[in-house]
């Protein structure tokens, strides 16, 4: 399975390409639409958000309601278009108009400065308007088509913020998968402890007065993966590293862990390494989780457990400094529209890209043109893992 995506922030529209998913698989437009409506909240999103209506429309590679194993094309509308026509206009227009809304202060931290540079760029919204997270709806909408068919194996996907502009969230003991994505789904910040919401949301508005962004680290934990995919001899097909660069690959990612992560460089590997037990109900287990799913690159049949850090929004209400690109003066980064975080949205972001390589691997490893077949290449495997 792979993808493109096209569009830009105020262009028409975002669309993507997926060409690999078996034919067969059940695909609607409302289960992409759920996960598109959750993106868009969340607490901390700014005024764009309150223009979008953003729905999939799907135009090739499905039939009555089943994909046909034909490339899948989605679209999704930018509704702020219509308000942007001249500007982001296909065809050349008078220079009056081309000034109009130009960038010429970049903002640091963003793609602006860089990607002006590299294309040779006269106005930076040409970079600004490829490099905006708006491009992260139509991941999202991949990911739910991923997630479709990761369900039909059997595999859950879910996700959490666990520190919100440095406040780490305490998850509680002994929480299921289940009810991780229950909760998360219920708070609009997308964390599992409901008595910390008024706390962080008086952080949030604080953190919009004064002009400011907060990132934080999410979590995707995925149940159900069969042991076995990637690879511990080619160092291009271990999962985790595949894993680790579709989640840099988010805008404003900055980095990923795996179970203890960072944290297993302060212990002892006495308190690092999973202990492996057996039993003629289960197969082969772990008695804990602290590598996150993963040995030697492959999946270990345990939890995959990842985590990504989103640096803070670099679009700022109290702007940074910059330097004029036209005479090289100080100057104030150009502001534009921002949210002071989009973190609960990051972390569903986080678990559509993750599915996404998870389908993408597992179509790969049981090679199939059809949803059946895959799903009995899949349980076949399953079953001989139990007996190894
Ligand atoms: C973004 C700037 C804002 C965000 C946008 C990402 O857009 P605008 O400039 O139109 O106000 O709202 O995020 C989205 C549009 C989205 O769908 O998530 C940026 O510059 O990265």
């Excluded at 990637?230 to 980095?255: E, M, P």
Aim: glycine share 10%; hydrophobic share 40%; aromatic share 6%.
């Amino acid at each position: 399975m792979r993808y493109l995506t096209a569009g830009e922030s105020h262009g028409p529209r975002l669309t993507a390409i997926i060409e690999g998913v078996p034919a067969g698989l059940s695909l609607t437009a409302a289960a992409i639409n759920k996960d598109l409506k959750r993106r868009q909240g969340g607490y901390g999103r700014g005024a764009r958000m309150q223009i979008e209506t953003d729905q999939v429309d799907i135009t090739s590679g499905v039939r009555h309601g089943k994909t046909t194993g034909a490339p899948i094309t989605l679209h999704v509308m930018n509704k702020d278009h219509q308000k942007w026509l001249d500007i982001m206009a296909v065809e050349d227009i008078e220079a009056h108009l081309k000034s109009k809304r130009r960038i010429k202060h970049p903002r640091p931290g963003h793609a602006d400065l860089v990607g002006g540079i590299k294309y040779r760029f006269e106005d930076l919204r040409n970079s600004l308007e490829r490099s905006s997270a708006r491009e992260t709806a139509i991941r999202v909408a991949i990911g739910a088509v991923a997630k479709c068919l990761l369900a039909e194996l059997g595999i859950e996907t879910a996700h959490h913020v666990v520190v919100f502009g440095g406040k780490e969230i305490a998850i509680p003991n002994g929480l299921t998968v289940e009810e991780i994505r229950s909760r998360a789904s219920e708070s609009e910040l997308s964390i599992v402890t409901p008595e910390r919401e008024k706390e962080i949301k008086d952080y949030i508005d604080q953190v919009k007065r004064d002009g400011d962004t907060i990132g934080g680290v999410v979590e995707t934990i995925v149940c159900g993966v069969p042991v076995g995919l990637g690879s511990y001899v080619h160092w291009d097909r271990k999962l985790d590293a595949k894993l680790a660069q579709a989640v840099v690959s988010i805008n404003a990612f900055k980095g990923v862990e795996f179970g203890l992560g960072f944290q297993a460089g302060y212990r002892k590997g006495s308190q690092v390494m999973d202990e492996i037990t057996w039993s003629k109900e289960t197969g082969y287990r772990r008695l804990s989780n602290n590598l996150g799913g993963f040995e030697g690159g492959m999946t270990n049949g345990e939890p995959i457990i990842v985590r990504g850090v989103m640096k803070p929004i670099p679009t700022l209400y109290k702007p940074l400094m910059s330097v004029d690109i036209d005479n090289h003066e100080p100057y104030k980064a150009t502001v534009e529209r921002s949210d002071p975080t989009a973190l609960p949205a990051a972390g569903l972001v986080m678990e559509a890209v993750v599915a996404t390589v998870l389908a993408t691997e597992i179509i790969e490893k049981f090679s199939a043109d059809n949803m059946e077949e895959l799903k009995e290449a899949v349980a076949q495997h399953r079953t001989f893992v139990k007996e190894f």
